[in-house]
């Protein structure tokens, strides 16, 4: 499937085949700031995009031309909800993923060669960097944690599928030329050859008088404003209705409002028209969220402080949260309170805390460099 007026076929220059797991807008988040430093040294690169991600998304954050192929490769976890992990559909998804696994692999490989890759670039999907290592074209992996470790939180040790199915993934991670494993990332990881490089992250443009304004909050209102987003899976438990009551805050809210939602300090997210969400991050005042890679390190990069619910066993939790401990303002808000809405007084203690010095968030830059001397220049 081509995206117009995004879609291109070069006739010359460097092809890189870049393969996302379908799993949130996290590992996009990722590879977009990636690409974008690529694209500065090589204007004429090709990029096909292979993932169940939204077109538009891609095109927002990368804003170069591409072609894009719908089709997930990965499962990652299957999830009804941002904290919800639905463990029997995600063994019915693996058990699909890997019957026949060798013809998906040799399908995969012949579309590769087919397109004409130069590079494989993955975040991190093991079937594309299986078939990009059988052909011969450099694998590079591109990030913070592999599925293989998740798997192994999430279900028993004993249990004799999903460990064939774990080996599969090391199997193939370890076919990867080369892993950039962006800062903070899990501890252990099977790759063969892996370089650690700074956080990577895309910085938005603080716009927040605009956005006050775009909102309709008058210039005397001083209430800070609260992004609660939980990425690219849908939310549908916010608690809007239990916010109506804290007007003490203007809360942005990543969810579609229903009939009666709507106050004058509530704001749906999707009321602000076509503004990047880098962008919008950056010109609020807090995040809540979940304490994924990409808001918990956009957070830092931006200086705001950073309230979490966690996900439970997500396996990369832990290095993150210690890595924005050193570097941001951040607390924990329980399950039960979130659910409440009682969590703002903890919010105002966040805001009251002094902010400590932003941290070097310039992974892109040392990734695409590596990138370029290895396998583009």
Known sequence: ???????????????????????????????????????????DLAIHVTGAL???????????????????????LVQSDPLVVDLSATRDSLRALHQDWSGKVADERQRMADWGADLILGNVPYLSIQAGAELGIPSVALTSLTWDRVMAAYFPAGDAEINAWCDTMRQAYGRASLALRATPALPDHP????????????????????LRWQLQIDRSDTRPLVMVSFGGIPAERLPVAALRARRDFHWLIDRKFDHGDHACHLHPVQSVKRWPFADLSASVDLIVSKPGYGMAITAAAHGLPFAYVRRGIFPDEEPILSWCDRHNRI????????????????????????????????GAEVGARILLERYLG
């Open 1 to 43: 499937m081509s995206v117009q007026p995004f879609a291109v076929q070069a006739a010359s220059g460097k092809k890189i085949w870049c393969a996302l797991s379908g799993h949130g807008f996290g590992h996009w988040g990722q590879m977009a700031p990636l690409l974008r430093q690529l694209i500065r040294h090589l204007p």
């Open 54 to 76: 939204p077109s538009q998304v891609i095109a927002d954050m990368l804003g170069h031309p591409f072609t894009h192929d719908p089709v997930n490769r990965d499962v990652g």
């Open 191 to 210: 790759f063969p050859e892996a370089v650690e490089i700074p956080p990577v992250s895309t910085f938005g443009v603080n716009r927040r008088a605009e």
């Open 331 to 362: 607390a924990e808000i329980d399950r039960e309170a979130f659910e409440a809405g009682r969590f703002a007084e903890k919010l105002h203690e966040l805001l009251a805390r002094p902010a400590p010095p932003r941290p070097a968030i310039d």
